[in-house]
């Protein structure tokens, strides 16, 4: 069974940092675009950060950049969105999917979320003082 599942989440100041993780488990990301989506109450989902299944470009969201960083580990079973500088605004909860893509897309990754196949189940986060 293909899943993907989140951790890291949490309470926090603001100004703190946070690491989620996307845990892979049944399959590998080899041909995987992974996306960090994020869902405050009373809001639509939105697209945070994402990263290519090949050469790990990245795109991620005018509200993020310069704070927020993913990664993926060289194994490709785990992926990371480092959380810096966090703003009350951040509070959401996060979740992380993955896009299968054809090979002449392995350099791309999308914000938006209906091309993903697969999501994890979701991880809190809270900043407040």
């Known amino acids: 069974q293909l899943q993907l599942v989140e951790s890291g989440g949490g309470l926090v100041q603001p100004g703190g940092s946070l690491r989620l993780s996307c845990a892979a488990s049944g399959f590998t990301l080899d041909h995987y675009a992974i996306g960090w989506f994020r869902q405050a109450p009373g809001k639509e989902r939105e697209g945070v950060s994402c990263i290519s299944s090949s050469d790990g470009s990245t795109y991620s969201a005018d509200s993020v950049k310069g704070r927020f960083t993913i990664s993926r580990d060289n194994a490709k079973t785990t992926v990371y969105l480092q959380m810096n500088s966090l703003k009350p605004e951040d509070t959401a909860v996060y979740f992380c999917?993955?896009?299968?893509?054809?090979?002449?897309?392995?350099?791309?990754?999308?914000?938006?979320?209906?091309?993903?196949?697969?999501w994890g189940q979701g991880t809190q986060v809270t900043v407040s003082s």
């Open positions: 999917a993955a896009d299968w893509v054809p090979e002449y897309m392995a350099t791309d990754c999308r914000l938006h979320e209906v091309p993903y196949d697969y």
